[in-house]
């Protein structure tokens, strides 16, 4: 049995349905009407093997920002609500990724308190038609909606499109690695006792 979860959210500004496998192969199936985050979510779903089917229809007539962070919501709800007692996983996972010229590092701990430390610096307004100041708020949204200790850095680059997808691939191999199963693990891995 896969660790699966399935949101639906909708408000005036967004309309979401994403079904989440924290345990899949990386299959997956998504539109949000921004062609670079889909692209974004694809690597996402694809290194760390999590099946991903996700619609997004945004107020894209606005701008992006409403889709972007929602579906940062959404997809820590999955995340949080696939995990379910988090017993029996590593909780801590981490990951220094390089493609190309660029270098990025991202570290996560499922400790059930958010927090996101965001230190990357892009040097351009927009990628495709994705603006990249809305990249560090769809980190924020799941590591607040997930309850996730999230940190991103990046070490060195200059490729707006290499840095973004070096943070989403490493996000997801951070992430693949934090929710693995250590038989040696037989409750949560925690002196208090939990990580809710
Ligand atoms: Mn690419």
Known sequence: MGRTAEIQRKTNETSIVLQLNLDGTGISDI????????????????????????????????????????????????????????????????????????????????????????????????????????VKEFFYAISYAAGMNLHLKLLHGSNNHHIIEALFKAFARALDEAIGQDTRISDVLSTKGTVD
């Open 31 to 134: 539109n949000t009407g921004i062609g670079f985050f889909d692209h974004m979510l694809n690597s996402f779903a694809r290194h760390g093997f999590f099946d991903l089917k996700l619609n997004v229809v945004g107020d894209l007539h606005v701008d992006a920002h409403h889709t972007v962070e929602d579906t940062g919501i959404v997809l820590g709800q999955a995340i949080k609500a696939a995990l379910g007692d988090k017993k029996g996983i590593k909780r801590y996972g981490d990951s220094v990724l390089p493609m190309d010229e660029t270098l990025v590092l991202c570290a996560i701990d499922l400790s059930g308190r958010p927090y996101l430390v965001y230190d990357v610096s892009l040097t351009v307004e927009r990628v495709g038609y994705m603006d990249t100041e809305l």
